[in-house]
């Protein structure tokens, strides 16, 4: 079974190699020539053009950063083939990018138009999980396309999670990431509230992280230094998960919010807030970092 891996970025290089060390045949592709000379590095077998290096797979998966990158390589740009002209017949499409849920339900008719099978599979873990192989995978697709696919989700990731049909995978991506985004603006402001109030930072981590307050914005990613050493705010907010790609998802929930029609006022609220945070100086900082606009440090 050879498998074709398109983007090798922060996210699909590590990813790639993974399944290379795995024991699959694997042949990468990036737009971006340096990022196809660090495969080459990593020893990641590469080829001169994405068809190239899709001809003939039985597997095509994608890792790219947005829905237009992965319809037009699906499609070809140009007139030019695509990646669906060009794999074997009854292939399996499976991409891990984080787009958003409509794009990824054309990306599955397109696939299905052109007799082969397809997988919307977006992740969580970031690059650390990418390169231990720990990421966690949110599947949309059909049960036998999802089991087919198991194993390498597995030499890629630790959790891997059917979620339901087409689309369903980045679903469930943009409903957590909405979660996360509100639940970490929730405690940074009770952080700074407290902080008004003369309460120390870790009395209240004390107190919330054992009552029901508790939740990993705080107990993982606390906004604070001192109360969780491994957090971003004690190495000055370096990401984590950067402004700038919590913005970018919270984006697509904005998308499908207003295609569905969900009141969502918290949603649409983050995504406001981490808008003007990642125009600022919060594009390349850890999301946490909002507690600096909150308390008014930096704007
Ligand atoms: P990245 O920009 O580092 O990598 C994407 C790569 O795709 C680039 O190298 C680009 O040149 C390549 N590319 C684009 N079009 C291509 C094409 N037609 N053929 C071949 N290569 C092409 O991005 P990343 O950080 O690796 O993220 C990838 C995806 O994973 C994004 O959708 C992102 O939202 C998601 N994600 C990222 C993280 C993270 O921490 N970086 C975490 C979870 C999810």
């Excluded at 795995?22 to 592709?29: K, L, M, N, Q």
């Excluded at 099978?117 to 999980?129: E, N, Q």
């Excluded at 914005?217 to 950067?242: E, H, I, K, W």
């Excluded at 983050?270 to 507690?291: H, K, L």
Aim: proline share 3%.
């Amino acid at each position: 079974m050879r498998i074709a891996f398109l983007g090798l970025g922060h996210m699909g290089l590590p990813m790639a190699k993974n399944l290379a060390t795995s024991g699959h045949e694997v042949v990468g592709f990036d737009v971006f020539p340096a990022a196809v000379d660090a495969a080459r590095e990593a020893g990641v077998a590469v080829a001169h053009s994405g068809t190239d290096a899709a001809t003939a797979a039985s597997v095509v998966i994608t890792m790219f950063q947005t829905g237009d990158q992965v319809l037009g390589a699906y499609r070809g740009v140009d007139g030019a083939d695509g990646l669906l002209a060009v794999a074997a017949s009854d292939a399996l499409f499976v991409d891990c990018s984080t787009i958003a849920v409509d794009e990824a339900r054309a990306a599955h008719a397109l696939a299905e138009a052109a007799g082969h099978r397809s997988l919307d599979a977006p992740v969580s873990g970031g690059v650390v999980g990418a390169e231990n192989a720990t990421l966690a995978f949110m599947v949309g697709g059909t049960d036998e396309d999802f089991e087919a696919a198991r194993p390498l989700f597995e030499a890629m990731g630790r959790r891997v999670v059917h979620c339901g049909g087409a689309g369903l995978g980045q679903a469930a991506k943009v409903c957590n990431n909405m979660i996360l985004a509100v639940s970490q603006i929730a405690v940074a402001e009770a952080f700074v509230l407290g902080e008004r109030l003369g309460l120390s930072h870790q009395a209240l981590f004390d107190v919330a992280s054992n009552a029901s307050g508790q939740c990993w914005a705080l107990t993982t990613n606390c906004p604070v230094p001192g109360p969780v050493p491994t957090s971003p705010a004690n190495r000055d907010y370096q990401p984590g998960f950067a402004g700038a790609l919590m913005n970018k998802d919270l984006g697509l929930a904005e998308k499908a919010i207003a295609a569905t029609g969900v009141e969502a006022k918290m949603g649409r609220l983050a995504r406001e807030i981490y808008q003007e945070f990642a125009d600022g100086e919060g594009a390349g900082q850890d999301f946490s970092g909002i507690i600096n606009t909150i308390r008014g440090d930096r704007v």
